[in-house]
């Protein structure tokens, strides 16, 4: 099977067991009626395997059993072959001689598409010039310059793009979607073999086996331009078994049913050649699921690879022997040689070391989650040891930290990771934003992936990764080329899909705005050249948001640096006490107090003295003012309120899995007022996710105890700074608000349903009404109440509770399914602290909810509507996200048609007045970006704390 044969098989062929080729499946299947040759192959063939020997040799039919044997050994031959062979890559040539395997002629793409006038990524760089792109049949029949005469036929479907930027589908390197399903249910988690009896090596077990063509997650995660996803089992195990590639396209077959071959990235080519993929786990994972040390973990793996490597010994030998005796052609020899071997299969099939005979023989790839560095140099070593290649570390959120150990490997090794997801247990707690740019600098190939399973992880979002690691300074190719072309190169399919090239595969994606840029969404998916999208649903779900103009396809920045000298020497300056400092170059204020007659527009002079704002004008205005101070020069200076973080645990847990890491979480919630939880008595302040914060000009968080269960405490605020303690007012309220959940979440032994939950609050609120106790004052509306909740049934009993009790001060934190009842909390005047507005259906209980652009409006839009007055929180595992916070809030007010200053009060203003922080225009905290923080590519000069005038942030950094 040399490279370059018929790409197009005739047969589709299921993928059943990969032991049987269907070419000597064929030779063997008995043809009705059954024929004497048949029926006496039959009897030998019982005869063979049940009956003793003499009986055998006894036999009269020499001739015959000859030719038996004959065959057998054509057919074990075939076998080695196929063993040794490396899967095919479609050599690519011009377009004609290209066929796209998964196309049929009856739901296929079925009219010549043309795109004209494209801003094009064609998987590796940015093009010049725009240019028209033909695709039929699911191919890309040309990219030529436009305007330049193509030639398609005359029925073809004429695009006019005017401009806009198209990319090839985005290739994840790693999901879960399809073997999970979509609401996530006990009974559809197939992802880890677990199971004590198999242990943790399984090799032998195949994730297709799993995949349910059906998870709509599959279609969420299209809309997001993914059109390509390897689907892993999970990390439980050391060797988890193999994966395999999808295409994003539910019921793209023949009659468009719900049929799993049909969904595979390599359905039409047969099983033999289709490309393996082995999934391992380093370890946290495996270390915790089997009770095993690393030690332990490296022997099963060990012990495994060293019967897998003798076994392919004794393919190797059987079928050189085998190929040997055929070409002498003793008949004789050959009957001796295969009764004498075929007790063991001819010693080709070995079920159960397969996949890791593969991994040696390089057939299979390997792919493995790990994060730490020493895990990285066992890995290796092991490889070296057995003699495998590995394609790729996946989540790797050390890699930054060794990339020469991993390029002395020799394998390329590309690092498969998150670009800002971490902190989340041990092994993620090194993460490092500027991971991307580094690895990069040492050539190492960097991907970004999903690790698709829930909200957090949901590969709808992929391309945003990118776009972030492009931020903290990888090249606007290399961010393309981290989600399209590197992903296809590590998984050798980068002859078919991750570029936008003639003969690859048509799948391709038109972007409302530059890629990279906050908010990016696709108009058009086509996979296989068929649009996935609805355009009906993509036009209104964007309606709100203006016309993209052309600045908008230029490569978003990147976040500005300065150097350690000059952050030393102007830092130490600025941060003395009673510092004069002039910020010159401020382009934009969203502050409401403390702007001069003349500052109209244009480049303005802050300046502060002793923590105050003396002048903030045109230059001129404020030269008197800025006398002997100390001057800071931006170019696009940009001043925001400091903006306040509704977190998940901040302070309070600084590893999240890790409850000795911090305060830790209620075991077992009490009712009793007098034991309350408060979080002020838990908070430290300062760590990781303190320092993203910083980062993102988030001076203030709200945070809220630990539990998950009903009743979770009373939450403090706390400033970010990491320059103020719990004695010295790092805390600027004690308490904020008493909080509650309701939902799945909130179930436990003595509230084992929602309607326990739900009458437990309504008994909490009756009977403290009026008491001096901190439930009486949630009750008497003296106190916030927030409530943690997403369904929109949940919330409809909240706000029956509400109108019942119009004194209360109700507060929804979650609302996934808020949208779905916008107008009735606007009525109730009920305010949100959405977490979801690029929620997902993940579960159940947010069935309904809103997946958003361009699926959907988004929930922010939707709330906006309504009247609803909302402000906007990240949620997830842990606090990892906090600088992003005026990004989303970018992305929401993008959806929502808000303007500007409406975005940073959904992070500022917004939570205030909801949470009633009482924070004074006059007296709050304030921060100076250079650059704009509702776009990538801002960073965080300086900030001055509200409270005492001091400088709470000077160029702070994340690490
Ligand atoms: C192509 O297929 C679509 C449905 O998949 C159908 O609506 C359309 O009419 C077909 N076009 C042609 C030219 O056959
Ligand atoms: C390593 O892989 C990257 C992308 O996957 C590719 O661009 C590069 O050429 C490869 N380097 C070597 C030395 O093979
Ligand atoms: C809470 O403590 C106060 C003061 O000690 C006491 O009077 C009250 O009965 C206690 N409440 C409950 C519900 O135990
Ligand atoms: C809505 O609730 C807030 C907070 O409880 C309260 O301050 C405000 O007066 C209420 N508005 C209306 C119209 O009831």
């Known amino acids: 099977m040399a490279e370059g044969n018929d790409p197009h098989p005739k047969f589709h062929d299921p993928l059943l067991s990969t032991q049987s080729s269907p070419h000597h499946g064929r030779r063997y299947r008995p043809k009705a009626p059954i024929t004497v040759v048949t029926l006496i192959l039959l009897v030998l063939g019982l005869q063979f395997i049940v009956l003793p020997r003499y009986v055998y040799q006894i036999s009269p039919s020499e001739v015959k059993l000859s030719q038996f044997h004959l065959d057998r050994l054509e057919a074990r031959l075939q076998k080695c072959a196929e063993i040794t062979t490396p899967p095919v890559r479609y050599p690519v040539t011009s377009a004609g001689s290209r066929i796209n395997p998964r196309w049929n002629p009856f739901t296929g793409q079925n009219e010549t598409v ?142 468009s049913e719900e049929v799993v071959e049909e969904i595979l990235l390599e359905h039409g080519i047969p099983v033999s050649q289709r490309r393996r993929f082995m999934k391992m786990a380093c370890g946290e994972n495996p270390r915790r699921v089997y009770k095993h040390t690393r030690m332990g973990n490296a022997w099963y793996f060990r012990k495994h690879m060293e019967r897998a490597k003798e076994l392919m010994g004794k393919q190797d030998a059987w079928c050189l022997q085998a190929e040997a005796l055929k070409e002498a052609g003793n008949v004789a020899a050959i009957s001796s040689f295969m009764e004498s071997t075929l007790k063991d299969g001819g010693a080709t099939d070995y079920l159960e070391y397969d996949s890791s005979i593969g991994m040696l023989r390089g057939k299979v790839g390997v792919n493995i989650h790990c994060y730490e560095t020493e895990d990285f140099w066992d890995m290796i070593h092991h490889s070296k040891e057995f003699g495998f290649r590995i394609q790729a570390f996946h989540h790797a959120l050390e890699a930054w930290k060794v990339p020469e150990m991993i390029k002395d490997s020799g394998d390329n090794i590309t690092i498969a990771t998150f670009a800002e997801f971490g902190l989340y247990k041990k092994e993620a707690y090194e993460a490092n934003l500027w991971a991307g740019k580094i690895l990069a600098e040492h050539g190492v190939p960097v991907a970004y992936k999903s690790d698709h399973v829930e909200s957090e992880t949901n590969a709808k979002y992929l391309l945003y990764q990118a776009a972030t690691a492009h931020s903290f300074h990888l090249s606007e190719d290399l961010a393309l080329q981290s989600v399209t072309s590197v992903p296809a190169r590590s998984l050798e399919i980068d002859h078919r899909v991750g570029y936008a090239r003639e003969g690859y595969d048509a799948d391709l994606v038109v972007w409302d705005s530059h890629p990279l840029s906050i908010g990016a969404t696709a108009l058009n998916v086509f996979i296989d050249g068929k649009d996935v999208l609805d355009a009906k649903m993509t036009e209104d779900s964007l309606s709100k948001v203006a016309s993209g103009g052309p600045h908008e396809l230029k490569s978003p920045d990147m976040r500005p640096t300065v150097a350690a000298d000059i952050k030393e020497k102007s830092c130490s300056a600025i941060e003395k006490t009673g510092a004069k400092i002039a910020i010159t170059g401020i382009q934009r204020s969203y502050l409401d107090v403390g702007l001069g007659p003349t500052a109209k527009s244009g480049s303005l002079t802050l300046v502060v003295d002793h923590g105050t704002i003396t002048c903030f004008d045109s230059e001129p205005q404020c030269a008197s003012a800025s006398t002997e101070s100390t001057t800071i020069s931006l170019k696009n200076g940009h001043v925001l309120p400091g903006l306040t973080a509704v977190s998940v ?51 203030r968080a709200v945070t809220a105890p630990l539990y998950q269960g009903f009743v979770d405490g009373v939450s403090t605020g706390i400033k970010t700074s990491g320059k103020k303690t719990i004695l010295d007012g790092g805390i600027f309220q004690d308490d904020v608000a008493l909080h509650f959940a309701i939902g799945q979440a909130a179930k436990s032994e003595s509230l084992s349903t929602i309607s326990s939950e739900i009458s437990k609050l309504r008994q909490i609120l009756s009977e403290n009404a009026g008491k001096d106790n901190i439930y009486g004052k949630a009750a008497d509306g003296a106190f916030p109440l927030v409530v943690h909740v997403q369904n929109e049934y949940d919330i409809m009993q909240l706000i029956k509770i509400k109108q019942e009790l119009p004194v209360i001060n109700l507060i929804l934190l979650g609302g996934a399914g808020a949208p779905l009842v916008a107008k009735e909390l606007a009525a109730a005047n009920i305010s949100v602290i959405l977490t979801a507005n690029r929620g997902a259906q993940d579960t159940f209980e947010k069935l309904n909810s809103l997946p958003g652009p361009p699926l959907s409006k988004s929930p922010a839009a939707v709330l906006e509507e309504a009247g609803v007055l909302f402000g906007l929180a990240i949620s997830g595992e842990g606090d990892s996200h906090l600088h992003n916070l005026p990004l989303e809030a970018s992305w929401a007010a993008k959806y929502a048609g808000l303007s500007s200053k409406e975005a940073v009060n959904l992070v500022s203003r917004n939570i205030e007045q909801i949470l009633g922080l009482n924070v004074k225009e006059e007296s709050r905290d304030f921060v100076v970006f250079e650059g704009d923080p509702l776009q990538f590519g801002a960073s965080v000069v300086v900030a001055f704390d509200g409270q005492d005038g001091s400088v709470s942030l000077c160029w702070p950094e994340s690490n």
Do not use: C
């Open 649 to 699: 645990s901040l302070g309070l847990m600084e590893i999240s899995s890790d409850s000795s890491t911090g305060d830790g979480e209620i075991r077992k919630g009490s009712l009793n007022p007098n034991d309350t939880v408060y979080a002020k008595y838990g908070v430290h302040l300062n760590g990781k996710a303190f320092a993203r914060a910083r980062i993102g000009g988030v001076t």
């Open 114 to 255: 043309v795109f004209k006038n494209v801003k094009l990524f064609d998987g590796e760089t940015v093009l010049d010039k725009k240019v028209d792109i033909v695709f039929k049949k699911g191919i890309i029949e040309s990219v030529d310059t436009a305007g330049k005469s193509v030639t398609f036929d005359r029925h073809a479907k004429v695009l006019d793009l005017e401009g806009k930027f198209v990319t090839p589908g985005l290739v994840d390197l790693h999901s879960h979607h399809l073997a999970f399903a979509w609401p996530l249910l006990r009974d559809t988690d197939d992802s880890n073999e677990v199971n004590p009896e198999m242990g943790p090596v399984t090799p032998q077990v195949r994730i297709v086996d799993s995949i349910k063509a059906y998870d709509f997650a599959t279609t969420v995660i299209a809309s997001g331009g993914v059109t390509t996803s390897l689907i892993l089992p999970g990390s439980a195990n050391i060797m988890g078994g193999e994966a395999v590639l999808v295409k994003n396209a539910l019921r793209s077959g023949e009659n």
